[in-house]
């Protein structure tokens, strides 16, 4: 999976990022360092947060020897 990460400085100067493929997720940090953590951690706890609200649901094409699972991650969860 690849994410895109968007960066810019504010006018005090700290650096803005934002993860425009997970809606809500942003963060921000002192040095361009501290921000591309702090991103990091912001998309983890986004996936985190979403995969725990996701439905699953049992597909009907069962044989014995396999099953089919269809996972419905919603696009927005606010932590």
Known sequence: M???ILCEKDEEGH???ECP???GCLSEGDTLEE???SINEAIAGCI????????C???DNQT???LSFSLEIPEITHA
Do not use: F
């Not at 985190?48 to 439905?55: D, G, H, L, M």
């Open 64 to 66: 014995q020897d396999s």
């Open 15 to 17: 650096y803005v990022m």
């Open 2 to 4: 690849k994410l895109t």
């Open 21 to 23: 493929d997970l809606p």
């Open 35 to 37: 921000a591309l953590e």
């Open 57 to 59: 649901t049992l597909l």
């Open 48 to 55: 985190i947060s979403r995969v725990k609200t996701a439905t």
